[in-house]
């Protein structure tokens, strides 16, 4: 969905997703599928995924990678779940951020609020949020567009 990228040039590649049953391997597989495609990962970098819920067995499989490495890699690469190699040495970099969506959309509504610094009516943060969020984020990400902290600290929101 987007990118943040930071001065020591980290950055966190941020997919956010709503399904219905939450994110299970098959999801996964094919965020990954879409940043492995893209090739600009770097090891420094993190796969930042907001969801609402995650299958328990995606979020144990990536936690203990680094101590059954070989026995998760075989059954992640095997007829069931059908992960490349690419995808495998992705794993380490995902980091979840289970949040709802009504939650999410307070956060950032607390913060435009506060970069606002003024009272504004609920129907007009809505608007400017929305607007903010689809025009800049969206579809600024689309495009590749980047916005800066300054960028975004010096909008006229």
Known sequence: DFCLVFNDGKKIICESKEYADGINYSELRDILAKVAKHSQINPIDEILITCPTVNSDVINDIEHLKYFKQQIETKLQGKKHKFTKAEIALLPQVRFWQINQTVSQKTVEALITHLLGIWVPRHVLTEIV????????????????????????????
Request: glycine share 8%.
């Open 130 to 157: 929305c607007n903010f969020m689809i025009v800049e984020v969206y579809f600024g990400s689309q495009e590749g567009q980047v916005l800066t902290k300054k960028e975004f600290l010096d909008k006229n929101i």
